[in-house]
């Protein structure tokens, strides 16, 4: 089936900026999303990004997409501790007949002072 | 803003008893998803509704079923619940058109003793 892949932990420094990488299979990926899990809550939605987009731009969060190398990534600038958590990759197809998405592992994000 | 209410955070069953989770959204979409989360592995789906009365299985439905008698509530049942259901569950909601992003439900930790 199809994969998406995403690394499982990444530590940064208050202030700095954090990238946060995501590998996905499918081609036909048609929307690519990032969600936030914090401790003993559920996902919430970011951003996501259609696919015939570069990048994407929201405040301190900005998603490139490189559709030929299948590679998205989301990067927070001036990283805060309130931003520790973790971070879902996850596209879906519909052009490929499923609207479910498929989802990454998660990347936990740990920001210390 | 679209809401996602799971009926509780957290529950304590003992093994054998029949266990229901219910999800609530308020947002009139017609895509409702059951998942599981467990440290290590990411976010398994177990069941999903497009319709009234309609379900799909997902990718680990043994052991579960699901009712949807109505749009906006989507139940997850354990028939008979065992210790290696204890989990965390996620209840998600999502248009069938647009940009598929879901939105999820707060989640409920579920202890079988």
């Known amino acids: 089936g199809e994969d998406v892949e995403q690394s499982l932990f990444l530590s940064v420094r208050e202030g700095d900026s954090s990238v946060i990488n995501c590998t996905y299979t499918d081609s036909s990926s048609t929307y690519l999303y990032w969600y936030k899990q914090e401790p003993g809550a559920g996902l919430q939605l970011l951003t996501y990004?259609?696919?015939?987009?570069d990048m994407k731009q929201d405040q301190r969060l900005t998603v490139l997409l490189n559709k030929k190398d299948k590679h998205l990534s989301l990067r927070i600038a001036d990283t805060q501790t309130g931003d520790s958590a973790i971070y879902f990759c996850?596209?879906?197809?519909?052009?490929?007949?499923?609207?479910?998405?498929?989802f990454g592992r998660g990347t936990s994000l740990i920001v210390h002072p | 803003d679209v809401k996602v209410t799971q009926s509780s955070r957290y529950l304590v069953k003992r093994t054998g008893e029949k266990v229901f989770l219910e999800c609530v959204q308020d947002m009139d979409h017609e895509n409702m998803f059951w998942y599981r989360q467990d440290p290590g592995l990411g976010l398994r789906l177990i069941y999903f509704s497009y319709d009234v009365k309609m379900k799909e299985k997902g990718d680990i439905p043994e052991g579960y079923s699901v009712s949807r008698e109505k749009k906006e509530r989507f139940s997850l049942i354990l028939e008979s619940a065992s210790t290696n259901q204890t989990s965390m569950y996620l209840c998600?909601?999502?248009?069938?058109?647009?940009?598929?992003?879901?939105?999820f439900g707060p989640g409920t930790r579920l202890t079988v003793t």
């Open positions: 998600a909601s999502s248009l069938r058109q647009g940009s598929y992003e879901q939105y």
């Open positions: 996850a596209e879906t197809s519909p052009s490929g007949g499923s609207y479910i998405p498929t």
């Open positions: 990004i259609f696919s015939n987009m």
